[in-house]
């Protein structure tokens, strides 16, 4: 079965901390994964976005790494601002004969405390 | 949000009553999607569209029908609304088509059914 999990569920972490948050996916064949931020009332914005043989990509102070061979996936978040508090969901691509199917993580709620 | 608007941005309405919600692009891309967002799931596709009049069904599509009669439109309509369609509804392009890696996200329309 395709699947994306996230993990933690939720997570609260003082401004200026580091923090890494976890994606594991069994979809298959894979094409590719990304990482989005959703703010509070609004829609997913994209962060970074990996292919197969991508295992590190930067966004300024988030950077996304991708284990293919485990299925793994980290986001981590360096120098952390209040503005960074919001939902951040891992999205997996499969390729099809019809296109790409996207398949979606619950999502990891970071909270930075002042 | 890459040229997307969805309205209406809220919406309260009552148990059997039709619901339509729209989705407009400015920028002519051919697919179009409508997701939901609820509490402990990922987005979950209920429907998308390949071009005008081109439509197909998502995971969750029970209970809505889409139409696109013109490119830059898409409408998700609830025939008889339900308290289980109570959720936040996204529309996504797919700017690269089936083969594009990325989809783009509209601000969300927020419906509840009493």
């Known amino acids: 079965k395709n699947q994306v999990e996230q993990s933690p569920q939720s997570l609260i972490i003082l401004e200026g901390k580091n923090c890494t948050l976890q994606?594991?996916?069994?979809?298959?064949?894979?094409?590719?994964l990304r990482w989005y931020k959703q703010d509070t009332g609004r829609g997913p914005v994209s962060l970074t976005i990996m292919t197969f043989s991508e295992n590190t990509k930067s966004n300024g102070r988030y950077t996304a790494t991708l284990d293919a061979d485990t299925k793994q996936s980290s986001l981590h978040i360096t120098a952390s601002q209040l503005s960074d508090s919001a939902s951040y969901i891992c999205v997996v691509s499969a390729t099809r004969n019809t296109g790409n199917q996207f398949y979606f993580g619950t999502g990891t709620s970071l909270t930075v405390i002042p | 949000d890459a040229g997307i608007t969805q309205s209406p941005r809220h919406k309260v309405t009552e148990t059997g009553t039709p619901v339509t919600l729209r989705c407009h692009q400015t920028e002519n891309h051919r697919y179009m999607y409508w997701y939901r967002q609820d509490p402990g799931h990922g987005l979950r596709l209920i429907h998308y569209?390949?071009?005008?009049?081109?439509?197909d069904k998502g995971e969750v599509s029970d209970g809505y029908s889409v139409s696109r009669s013109k490119t830059e439109d898409f409408l998700l309509t609830l025939e008889s609304a339900t308290s289980s369609q109570t959720s936040v509804y996204f529309c996504?392009?797919?700017?690269?088509?089936?083969?594009?890696?990325?989809?783009?996200f509209g601000p969300g329309t927020r419906l509840t059914v009493l």
């Open positions: 996504a392009i797919n700017p690269a088509g089936t083969s594009g890696r990325e989809q783009f």
């Open positions: 994606c594991n996916y069994t979809v298959s064949p894979f094409s590719n």
């Open positions: 569209s390949y071009g005008v009049k081109d439509t």
